[in-house]
């Protein structure tokens, strides 16, 4: 990138402790854990996460498990899956190869059913996975709920930008991992 790094600065001794790097990049649900042995940001800053720009097939899906979230000024009919499109467009200028699923995974029968919406969402992406072999990146785009006073606002080249957290999908609870949802990519 050509462009001046801003916001904070880390050293490597501050994100190989463990206490360091849960307190300030990580907020971990009761219902699982995220232990010494998994949380390794040495581990992870040396892999290769590099995504080669190929145009023979999707290398990016991006869905909405909770396709009709919307935003607190948003108009009717604008949800988060014109989030995904808009992601959609970015990442297409930049020559990747993007498939935006826009299947309604939280309505059955007309009525809004989030809670199940993970396991209706199994199948659809279950199947797009096994026809597009060439994904690598799998990105559930949600807004978040929060307070009413909560404004999730930074600043990026002088422009208000939300603020984006990430899910890492760690496939365990705190008695250990779950084996009916194998995790490849841990460690």
Known sequence: MNRPVTGSAYVMEQLIDYD?????????????????????????????????????????????THSQEA??????????VGLGDYLTELLEAKGYNVYHDKSVYDLKNGQLDRSKAYNYALDGITNILQQNPTIQVVLDIHRDGVG??????????????????FFNGLSQT??????????????
């Open 20 to 64: 360091f790097l849960m307190k300030h990049f990580y907020s971990v649900h009761t219902s699982t854990t995220a232990g010494r042995d998994l949380m390794n940001a040495k581990t992870l800053l040396e892999k290769d996460l590099t995504l080669e720009k190929d145009s023979s097939g999707p290398q990016i899906l991006i869905y909405h």
């Open 71 to 80: 935003f607190k000024d948003s108009g009717p009919g604008q949800t988060v």
């Open 148 to 165: 009413e006073n909560l404004h999730l606002v930074t600043q990026v080249d002088g422009k208000d930008t939300a603020q984006i957290m």
């Open 174 to 187: 705190p008695e250990g991992p779950i084996e009916y949802l194998q995790n490849p990519n841990r460690g």
